[in-house]
């Protein structure tokens, strides 16, 4: 089984030496193109060690405003966890994200009810999903959000 197939997207900064771990930038790079996709924020991640917990591998999402957040990853847990992990906490800078800039604070709003409520990560069968919370439907994959229809 070769797993997932994650494209190679640039997290973190090209200088060569500050680059984001690997168990944690494949899970990002996931759930920053759903943010991407979705026209939600996108956060400026950046390396950094804020944790020394065993196995936790961390950087830092900046907004534009200067603010940041943690984000982590346990490098033990398997690719659709970690994704589903992060997912979670992204979800949470982009709602701080959006609600600072003065937008709805839904993301990723959920297509069955909208203006409703967001979905919610899961891992069913070892696949990272974003599902309805109110009817557990499955949506779509972490990471293949379609484009809102405008
Ligand atoms: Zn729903």
Redesign the pocket.
């Known amino acids: 089984m070769t797993g997932c197939a994650v494209e190679a997207v640039t997290v973190g900064h090209a200088d060569g030496r500050d680059l984001v771990d690997i168990a944690l930038s494949e899970a990002l790079a996931l759930v920053l193109r759903d943010l991407g996709t979705c026209g939600a924020p996108v956060p400026d991640v950046r390396d950094k060690r804020w944790s020394n917990f065993p196995g936790q591998v961390t950087a830092m999402l900046h907004d534009t405003d200067g603010t940041a957040q943690g984000v982590f990853a346990m490098a033990a847990e398997s690719l659709p966890q970690r994704i589903a992990s992060v997912a979670d906490q992204v979800q949470e800078w982009a709602v701080e994200a959006l609600w600072r800039a003065g937008r709805p604070a839904t993301w990723p709003e959920?297509?069955?009810?909208p203006n409703?409520?967001p979905?919610t990560a899961a891992v069913p069968e070892d696949r990272a999903v974003w599902i309805?919370?109110?009817?557990g439907?499955l949506?779509n994959d972490i990471g293949r959000l379609p484009a809102p229809d405008r």
């Open positions: 959920c297509p069955e009810h409703s409520h979905l309805c919370p109110r009817t439907h949506v």
